[in-house]
T-cell receptor, first 115, second 115 residues
């Protein structure tokens, strides 16, 4: 069975300071890992994905994440927060199977950015 | 290119009423999904359809039924709504055959309130 734990339900940063959103996962197989972002009253949008290539993954809007197998972590970072980054972020793990349905979402982290 | 379209965006029901959430995608994707989103719980899979003509239960199927009408459309039905089904519902689709395998495209969501 797979699972995802997002360690912080809320994170607050000042504009221009670094962002760190933490995610730990468990998986029986070599997983694919994703970060999705949800802006208020919108659907979810893919930020980045890891699928067993480079362990440092770059996504849109300056975000990146590093896959650390030894720590079973996939933390999301950004060097400098912008007001438009305020949103909810979801870490997702996927074990491939024939039905392709095994996508497990973390509980989400709400990022607040202060001026 | 509309992507995934859900209707309605908002709905208020009384306990015991029935309704159907509609979802259509224009990306020729094989797989379609219905999730519900509740605070602090991320997204939980209700039902999915790996391909036209097939449907399977997800994590929280009780109280719901689905129909994969054709490759484009996947509807979610609440036969007798309960207050516990108050949630935001998201439809998603995925193209398993492409290099974007396991990447979901989401609709904008349907906010359902059951009184």
């Amino acid at each position: 069975a797979q699972s995802v734990t997002q360690l912080d339900s809320h994170v607050s940063v000042s504009e221009g300071t670094p962002v760190l959103l933490r995610c730990n996962y468990s998986s029986s197989y070599s997983p694919s890992l994703f970060w999705y972002v949800q802006h208020p009253n919108k659907g979810l949008q893919l930020l980045l994905k890891y699928t067993s290539a480079a362990t440092l993954v770059k996504g849109i809007n300056g975000f990146e994440a590093e896959f650390k197998k030894s720590e079973t972590s996939f933390h999301l970072t950004k060097p400098s927060a912008h007001m438009s980054d305020a949103a909810e972020y979801f870490c997702v793990v996927s074990d491939w199977n024939n039905a392709g349905n095994m996508l497990t979402f973390g509980g989400g982290t709400r990022l607040m950015v202060k001026p | 290119n509309a992507g995934v379209t859900q209707t309605p965006k908002f709905q208020v029901l009384k306990t015991g009423q029935s309704m159907t959430l509609q979802c259509a995608q224009d990306m020729n994707h094989n797989s379609m999904y219905w999730y519900r989103q509740d605070p602090g719980m991320g997204l939980r899979l209700i039902y999915y359809s790996a391909s036209e003509g097939t449907t399977d239960k997800g994590e929280v199927p009780n109280g719901y039924n689905v129909s994969r009408l054709n490759k484009r459309e996947f509807s979610l039905r609440l036969e007798s709504a309960a207050p516990s089904q108050t949630s935001v519902y998201f439809c998603a689709s995925r193209d398993r055959a492409s290099s974007g395998a396991n990447v979901l495209t989401f609709g904008a969501g349907s906010r359902l309130t059951v009184l």
